[in-house]
């Protein structure tokens, strides 16, 4: 499902040495891998992984822009300006989307699925990168001020009939933090959950590695100690495509249409929720060094930035 947001590889898990050994339950979902990880031995395991692929099932076809039957290809499709009732999965994570597009003036918006799709990063593969006329075409369908979101009950509306959404840089986040909610009310109570690298830690205190871009699986750049914690991390260097012969990132800037081309390739954010930190990770990254840090700063978010040299 979210192909396009695939740059988890920041991000591996350095799980230390316990007693008795951990249970390790791991499998596919919505185009990347999850992980999930349980202090000692639960008593039916299978039964908890079962009920851990099923939930993830559930929101693949709630949010997946790749299937024409999921909720979110639904609300796309349709044209009606007035408040359709979506999931409430979908409008819990809408309020974030626009909450951190308020918080950063639009460096996240996700309204740009006209653009995702434009570049290649979407489920349409186009035959030849956007003209600049196409570019600006699209983008008079975006705008996060476009969307309008209510939790009770849950609904969306859009203002432009023709305005649809990719929420898949949130996806992911609200993925690790649901299936941690679930193992905890299934009584495991020490849960790390890993979904494409948007990695949750619940009870006892979990270490994991913030990795350096390009870096080998397990090679880490700093140990950092989760306690009731989420770590999410937006990278430039997945899922890239070649144009003009350079390759081209698939974080796209909403203001400009166009992928990023700063030297900042990585943001890390901590936050009690990955939904959360999945979400500003994006605009932080889009925002660029000295913008993007300058904004962590303001909003008090704990990240950390990587920088290529130039």
Partial sequence: MVRNSIISAA??????????????????????LYR???????????????AVQHRLDELEQCFSNWRE??????????RSIDFQPVPREI?????IA???????DGAL??????????????????DHPPTDDEISKARAHCGWQKL???????MLRKSDPQLTINLSTLVEGYASDTIADLLQSMRCDHVLVDVGGAITARGKTWN???????????????????????????GTYRKNIEHEGRQVSHIINPRTGKPITHSLVSVSVFAPRAVVADAYDTALLVLGPDHGRELAQRLRIKAVFIEEAR
């Fill in 91 to 95: 409008a819990e994570v809408v309020t």
């Fill in 11 to 32: 991000l591996a898990l350095l799980i230390g040495s316990c007693t008795p050994e951990p249970t390790i339950l791991q499998g596919k979902t919505m185009g990347t």
């Fill in 69 to 78: 039957d999921s909720a979110v290809s639904q609300w796309n499709r349709s």
């Fill in 36 to 50: 999930v990880t349980l202090e000692g031995s639960p008593p039916d395991p299978h039964a908890i992984h079962q």
């Fill in 98 to 104: 626009l909450q951190a597009a308020r918080d950063t």
């Fill in 208 to 234: 994991v590695g913030v990795q350096t871009p390009y870096a080998r699986p397990g090679q880490s750049m700093s140990t950092v100690p989760l306690h009731n914690e989420s770590v999410t991390t937006a």
């Fill in 109 to 126: 918006d996700v309204t740009i699925a006209p653009l995702i799709d434009l570049w290649g990063f979407g489920p349409r593969k186009p």
């Fill in 148 to 154: 309008t979101v209510q939790l009770d009950p849950p």
